[in-house]
């Protein structure tokens, strides 16, 4: 099952991919093995990972996010952690639909202006 994530870089940034199997892509990242972004902001973290039903999928997702604004980005992965946190039952990928993810991502389709309100 492909997967989206992102990691925090030593320096604070973000970096957005895919992968199908997650640790050892973030493993990869920190010998220096992955992407040549994260190559000289070694060690990386991983802070948010989304399942996704198809690479096809998962290459949409990784898109949309990497067009996020850093700001967004860190709404994100905040709502990410969040509900990580939450004892209730909910999606693997945490990313419901109507979930902060996607709300998120229709304020920036919108211009900042929330739907449904």
């Known amino acids: 099952m492909p ?8 320096d604070g940034s973000l970096y957005t991919g895919y ?6 892509r973030v493993a990869a990242h920190n010998a220096g ?13 991983l802070v948010f990972t989304e399942a996704c039903a198809s690479r ?3 290459l949409r997702r990784e ?3 990497k ?5 967004d980005k860190e709404a994100v992965v905040a709502a990410f ?16 639909p109507g979930g902060p993810a996607e ?10 202006r929330k739907l449904g309100a």
Do not use: M, W
Request: proline content about 3%.
């Open 3 to 10: 997967f989206v994530y992102i990691v925090r870089c030593a």
């Open 63 to 65: 898109h949309q996010l």
């Open 19 to 24: 992968a199908e199997d997650v640790a050892r």
């Open 103 to 112: 709300q998120v991502a229709q304020r920036k389709a919108t211009g900042g």
């Open 33 to 45: 093995k992955g992407a040549r972004y994260t190559s000289g902001r070694r060690p990386v973290r």
């Open 81 to 96: 952690r969040r509900a990580a946190r939450r004892p209730r039952a909910r999606k693997a990928n945490g990313g419901e």
């Open 56 to 58: 096809g999928e998962a």
């Open 67 to 71: 067009t996020l604004t850093r700001r």
